[in-house]
C-alpha cells in the first residue's frame, strides 16, 4: 500500500482542524483518567459518546479492514489521528479492552463470524468490552484460573466469579479464561478462552468501591450461565495461549490496536509548574534547591521513557537485549507515573491533606486521585514484581523464580 | 508531519559499532585487561597503533586533515563498546583535543596537528586541577609574557591534575588564566622539563593518571588557541567529554550486568541458581531498566551533537541528561555487582570492582549526576 506525503499531510490538517472543532468542552465534572477509572454513568455516557463521534468521523479504526467496520487505511493514517487526540488532550477512548486487546485478537485469530459480529460494535463503542482473566484467587497466577466451563452439548456452563472488571457494569462482552478441564498434566492445559456476553442471566457483576472511594470495577458472578459453543476463540483446552496472546496486545508488544489515546497523560512539566505555585519558606517551591533536584529527576526520567520508545525502532541499538524496552515499558512507565503524583501532592505543602470535591482541593485533587489511581496500573495487568519477573526471566534470560 | 527523529542512528554508525564491538572482545578479553593493571601504560603501544590504523582517531576530523569528516556522534559508538570491555587508551582525550583545535585553533595549529592526531599522535588534556571544581573555568594555573630570544614566550605556573596518559603523549592541551581570562595552549612533549610529571594513584586502575607541574615551563606565545571565545570553547570541551563518558559508562553498564547475569545463572545456594531469587532478579531489572535509559539519552545526545546544536540549550540538556543518567545507571549496576557476587564480591580478584572504580572515575570527571542536574535545573526550570 504506497501512500503519499502530501496524502498523509492532507489527513492531518483535516484530522486537527476535526478535533479542534468537536472536541468536548468541560463536561461539568472530574472526568476519569482511563478507562480503568470510570465509576459513574454520567462519566459512561459521556465517554462512550464521544468514542462514537470520534469513529464517525473517520478518526478510530482507520487500519482495521473496511469490510468489518475499520477504514481499511494504512496505520500511518490511525497513527496520525491518535497523534492528533493526543496533541489536542482530548478525551480518552473509553473501549480500551475492545480496541486494543479483544478487538486485534479477534481480528487475529477470531472467526469470520466473530469478526463480523463484534468489530465494527467495538469500534463504535455500542457493545462494551471487559476482561475476565484475574479471580479472587488468582490475581497475577493468571495459568490458575479456576472459573469453571463445563461443557454441555454445544454449550458451555459457567460458575465461578472473576474480578476486578473494569467496565464491568457496563460491559456487553467479556473476554473470558475458564477452566474447561481440571484432569490435565499442567494447568494451562485445562483453560479455554470465550467471547463471553455479560448481559445473560447467571452473569452478575458486582460493583466494587476503590481506595478512591469511587466505583470503578466489579466482581463478576457467574452461577449456571449458559454460552454457546461458538464463543470459543481458539481450540477448547488451547486458551492459555489465547490468553498470551491476547498480552501480547496488552502490553503493546504486539500492533493492531484500533488506536486512540486510551488515558489522560500526565507531564512532569505540569508538576514543574505546580511547583511555580506551591510556597516554601515564603517562596515558589521552585526555587528550594532539593525540589528542583527532584523536579530535574523526573524531567531525566521522563525524557529518558519518551526516547525509548525512538530508540526501539532501531534495530542496531537493541542487539544486547533485544525487546528489554518494549518488555519493561508497563513496569517504568507506571512506576513513573505513580512517583510523579505521588511527588506531585508533596509538593503541595500542607494543601496536600485535601481531596477530590474540597473547594480549596489544588486542580481539584486529581493528583491525589491520580496517586491513588495509579496503582491499578502497578497492579492491575501483571503488577510491578510480575513484570520484573518476567523481565528478568525473558529479557535478563535469569532462572525461574522458586 | 510526525516529530523528527531525535535519534538518529546512520548505517556507518551501525558498522563502526559492530567492528568496534569486536575488536574490544578480541583485543581486551578480561586477561588482557587485568595484564595491563600491571603495566606502565594504560595500552600497549601495538594496540594503539592498530586503533590508530582502522581511522577511530580521524572519526571526527574533517578529511582535509586526514580524518574521516565524521562527528563525536559516530565517536560514540566506538567509546561504548570499548567501555564495555573496560578497554582503556588515550581515544577520547586525543578525539578532544583535535576538536578544541579544530573549533578554535589557527589554520596553522590546525595543518601542524589534525593529521598528526589522526595518524596515532596521543594528545593528553590537561583541564583540572587540585581544588577539584569541575567548572573548567575556574583556572589558577597562570602564564606571564615574557621575550626571549627565541621571540615572544610565556611563562607557565601551577600545576595540573589528573591528566591522563600523560606519559604517552605528544601533546597537551592546557588550559590557564592569561591576562585575567582563560586561555588554551598546546604544549608539546619537548617543552616539558624531566621532572614535569609524577604518575597519580586513582581509583580507577585502568588508568593512567599524572599530575602536571608548569612551573618553569615557557612556551611560544604563538601556541595559544586563537579563539575569541574561551570559555565557549572550554564548555564545548566539557560537553563533549560528558559526551564520552556517558558513552563509556554505558558500555561499562553493559558489561557490568552481564558480568553479574553470568554469576547469578551459574552459582548455586540453597538448591537454586540464585537469580531464581527474586531478591537478586529484581534489582538486575532495576539496572537494565536504569541502562537502557541512559543508552536512549546517550544516543539522542550524540544525535544532537551531530547536528551541531551543541551550544543551544538544548543540545547541552541532552548531553548533561545523558551523563547524569549515565553515572546513575553505572553506579547502580556496578554496586550491586559487587554485592550480588557475595564474599567472591569482596576480592581483587572479582572484576566487579573493575567496574565499580571505572564507574566512580567516570562519574566523578566532568561533573557527577548531581552536578549535573543542578546545571540542568537552571535550563529547564528558570
Not at chain 1, 478507562?35 to 478518526?59: C, H, I, N, P, S
Not at chain 1, 456452563?157 to 474447561?180: C, E, F, H, P, Q
Not at chain 1, 470503578?216 to 490468553?243: H, M, Y
Amino acid at each position: 500500500m504506497s501512500i503519499s506525503a502530501g496524502e498523509l499531510n492532507e489527513f492531518e490538517v483535516e484530522a486537527a482542524a476535526w478535533f479542534a472543532e468537536n472536541k468536548p468542552g468541560d463536561p461539568g465534572f472530574l472526568l476519569p483518567q482511563s478507562f480503568m477509572e470510570v465509576g459513574t454513568d454520567q462519566q459512561f455516557e459521556f465517554l462512550r459518546d464521544w468514542q462514537r463521534k470520534v469513529y464517525e468521523a473517520g478518526y478510530l479504526g482507520l487500519a482495521w479492514p473496511a469490510e468489518y467496520g475499520g477504514g481499511g487505511k494504512h496505520q500511518a493514517f490511525q497513527d496520525i489521528a491518535t497523534a492528533e487526540m493526543a496533541r489536542q488532550k482530548v478525551p480518552f477512548m473509553t473501549n480500551t479492552i475492545g480496541l486494543s486487546w479483544a478487538g486485534p485478537l479477534i481480528l487475529n485469530m477470531g472467526t469470520e463470524a466473530q469478526k463480523q459480529a463484534y468489530i465494527k460494535r467495538i469500534l463504535s463503542a455500542e457493545d462494551i468490552w471487559c476482561q475476565g482473566f484475574s479471580e479472587p484467587d488468582n490475581g497475577s497466577d493468571l495459568g490458575n484460573a479456576q472459573l469453571r466451563a463445563v461443557r454441555d452439548g454445544d454449550e458451555f456452563v459457567l460458575n465461578g466469579s472473576k474480578i476486578w472488571t473494569s467496565l464491568g457494569s457496563y460491559a456487553d462482552y467479556m473476554i473470558l479464561l475458564a477452566r474447561s478441564n481440571s484432569e490435565t498434566n499442567t494447568k494451562y492445559e485445562g483453560l479455554s478462552y470465550f467471547l463471553s456476553p455479560m448481559k445473560i442471566p447467571g452473569i452478575d457483576p458486582v460493583p466494587i468501591r476503590k481506595l478512591t472511594g469511587e466505583y470503578g470495577f466489579t466482581q463478576t458472578f457467574f452461577d449456571n450461565a449458559r454460552i454457546p459453543d461458538s464463543c470459543l476463540i481458539g481450540e477448547e483446552g488451547k486458551g492459555w495461549q489465547v490468553a498470551m496472546k491476547t498480552l501480547t496486545f496488552e502490553r503493546a508488544v504486539s500492533g493492531g490496536q484500533a488506536g486512540g489515546v486510551h488515558s489522560m497523560p500526565v507531564f512532569a512539566g505540569e508538576v514543574v509548574e505546580l511547583a511555580r505555585h506551591a510556597q516554601r519558606d515564603g517562596r515558589p517551591a521552585i526555587e528550594d534547591p532539593l525540589i528542583r533536584d527532584q523536579l530535574v529527576a523526573f524531567l531525566i526520567e521522563e525524557r529518558g521513557l519518551e526516547l525509548n520508545n525512538q530508540r526501539a525502532q532501531i534495530p542496531g541499538l537493541n542487539t544486547e537485549w533485544p525487546g528489554a524496552i518494549a518488555m519493561a515499558r508497563k513496569l517504568t512507565n507506571s512506576e513513573w507515573r505513580q512517583r510523579l503524583n505521588l511527588f506531585a501532592v508533596t509538593l503541595q505543602g500542607a494543601n496536600a491533606s485535601r481531596y477530590v470535591d474540597d473547594a480549596l482541593a489544588i486542580d481539584g485533587g486529581r493528583w491525589q486521585r491520580g496517586y491513588f489511581n495509579s496503582f491499578s496500573s502497578t497492579i492491575g495487568g501483571g503488577t510491578s514484581q510480575i513484570q520484573k519477573n518476567i523481565v528478568g526471566e525473558r529479557v535478563l534470560g535469569l532462572p525461574k523464580s522458586a | 508531519m510526525t516529530e523528527p527523529a531525535e535519534i538518529l542512528f546512520s548505517d556507518e554508525q551501525a558498522q563502526l559499532r559492530e567492528i568496534a564491538e569486536t575488536f574490544s572482545a578480541n583485543k581486551a578479553p578480561m586477561a588482557a585487561v587485568r595484564r595491563q593493571l600491571e603495566a606502565d601504560a594504560a595500552i600497549t603501544t601495538e594496540l594503539w597503533q592498530e586503533i590508530a590504523g582502522l581511522g577511530w582517531l580521524g572519526i571526527a576530523i574533517p578529511e582535509d586533515f586526514g580524518g574521516s569528516g565524521l562527528g563525536l556522534g559516530e565517536v560514540v559508538a566506538i567509546v561504548e563498546p570499548m567501555g564495555r570491555n573496560l578497554l582503556s587508551s588515550p581515544l577520547a582525550a586525543t578525539t578532544l583535543a583535535a576538536q578544541a583545535i579544530l573549533w578554535s585553533g589557527s589554520d596553522e595549529q590546525k595543518s601542524q596537528w589534525l593529521p598528526q592526531l589522526a595518524g596515532g599522535a596521543v594528545a593528553a588534556l590537561a583541564l583540572t586541577e587540585a581544588h577539584g571544581d569541575w567548572d573548567l573555568c575556574h583556572l589558577t594555573c597562570s602564564a606571564s609574557r615574557t621575550a626571549s630570544r627565541h621571540g615572544d614566550m610565556l611563562s607557565l605556573s601551577g600545576g595540573k591534575t589528573f591528566v591522563t596518559d600523560a606519559a604517552m603523549a605528544d601533546l597537551f592541551l592546557l588550559s590557564l588564566a592569561l591576562d585575567g581570562a582563560p586561555a588554551l595552549l598546546l604544549v608539546e612533549k619537548s617543552a616539558l622539563g624531566e621532572a614535569a610529571l609524577h604518575r597519580e594513584v586513582v581509583i580507577d586502575e585502568t588508568r593512567r593518571s599524572y599530575g602536571l607541574n608548569l612551573n618553569g615551563i615557557e612556551v611560544p606565545v604563538a601556541n595559544l588557541l586563537p579563539a575569541a571565545d574561551v570559555s565557549g570553547c572550554l564548555k564545548r570541551l566539557h560537553l563533549g567529554a560528558c559526551l564520552l563518558y556517558a558513552a563509556e559508562m554505558c558500555g561499562g553498564a553493559t558489561g557490568v550486568i552481564n558480568l553479574t547475569l553470568e554469576y547469578l545463572k551459574t552459582r548455586r545456594q540453597f538448591d537454586h541458581f540464585i537469580g531464581a531469587y527474586q531478591a537478586l532478579k529484581h534489582p538486575m531489572v532495576d539496572a537494565l531498566v536504569g541502562l537502557e535509559q541512559a543508552r536512549s539519552h546517550l544516543y539522542h545526545a550524540a544525535t544532537v551533537f551531530e547536528m551541531g546544536n551543541l551550544t543551544d540549550g538544548r543540545g547541552e540538556v541532552a548531553v548533561r541528561m545523558a551523563k547524569a543518567q549515565a553515572a546513575a545507571a553505572f553506579a547502580f549496576a556496578s554496586d550491586r555487582a559487587i554485592q550480588f557476587h557475595g564474599a567472591f564480591g569482596f576480592t581483587y580478584d572479582c572484576d566487579a570492582q573493575l567496574y565499580r572504580r571505572r564507574a566512580l572515575w567516570c562519574e566523578q570527571q566532568h561533573g557527577d549526576a548531581l552536578h549535573h542536574r543542578k546545571q540542568l535545573a537552571a535550563l529547564l526550570l528558570d
